[in-house]
């Protein structure tokens, strides 16, 4: 079974800066980074090759130095690795990536087979949307199963496919037909260490590059910014908090003087609150 995990290289969240006059992330001098949800995106894809065989190849679209990711991608075991990167591509929002990783995947496809089943993170850490998977999923018309915790049983011979995902309500156990997009929830498995043969083959791995013609991409028009409808107006960073901490009470004090001690401050600030317990406590 041919496997595809979509990852993206981000800078790393830990030292991202804000410009003070342009008000946009400075990303001069900050390391990128595989971008965390989509490790474990790979890792189960990996799992899922160990156990019914087949390829993983992982795809990410970006400049010429997102090749660090997929060699990195490489290490832990992934098969093959292919990089779309053009200057067309450059400002891409999510509609236009998505419009882009659609149409590689659907090279891939024609190259190294069609994947029956794509993974990607549940999100990236530089843009939250969690937008691009599902976009995937609907241009190429596949079943999506979002926030997925654990794959419960896949039936290649069948082409089904049975997952876990997590909901506000609860765990909910869903089952379709491939083939599939899935996002991985984090914390849900932990990448691998890769071997040291990995490590040398990916050194050595030529990492397949397509530009947008390779990718079979005619209508430029929904690539980069001119395919890109979402404007961002403002981004910057919220204002350290300037009240200073308060004691309201001290572990001296009985377990009674406490409560009432923050139950006084609660309904100082909130005088409403105070009001609507009485009502209640009051009954009918």
């Known amino acids: 079974m041919h496997i595809v995990v979509c990852m993206k290289q981000v800078p790393d969240s830990a030292q991202i800066r804000v410009h003070p006059v342009t008000n946009t992330i400075m990303r001069q001098g900050v390391p ?26 992982v795809l990410t679209m970006g400049p010429p130095m997102a090749e660090e990711s997929l060699r990195k991608a490489l290490t832990f075991g992934a098969d093959r690795a292919v990089l779309l990167t053009d200057r067309f ?95 991985m929830l984090e914390g849900v498995n932990e990448i691998r260490r890769g071997t040291l043969e990995d490590a040398f083959r990916a050194s050595r791995a030529k990492i397949v590059t397509w530009n947008a013609a390779d990718a079979g991409i005619t209508d430029m028009t929904k690539c980069g910014l001119r395919g890109s409808p979402t404007i961002v107006k403002k981004i910057f960073s ?20 406490i409560a009432a001690s923050v139950m006084s401050e609660i309904f100082k600030s909130q005088p409403a609150l105070e009001d609507d317990l009485m009502r209640f406590s009051a009954g009918p």
């Open 89 to 183: 591509f450059a400002g891409s929002d999510t509609l236009a990536t998505s419009f882009a990783l659609a149409a590689a995947l659907t090279k891939i496809g024609e190259e190294f087979g069609v994947p029956p089943i794509v993974f990607t993170g549940k999100q990236t850490i530089d843009g939250d949307t969690a937008q691009v998977g599902p976009g995937i999923a609907k241009r190429l018309g596949f079943n999506q199963l979002t926030y997925v915790a654990r794959i419960v049983d896949l039936a290649p011979e069948v082409g089904t496919i049975t997952v876990e995902r997590r909901a506000e309500g609860g765990v909910q156990v869903l089952s379709t037909r491939l083939p599939v997009l899935i996002t």
């Open 238 to 257: 919220p204002p350290p908090r300037a009240e200073a901490a308060q004691l309201i009470a001290t572990i001296d004090q009985s377990y009674d003087a």
């Open 32 to 57: 990128t980074i595989i971008n965390p949800y989509d490790l474990f995106a790979l890792e189960e894809a990996l799992r899922l090759r160990d156990v019914i065989g087949g390829e993983v190849t």
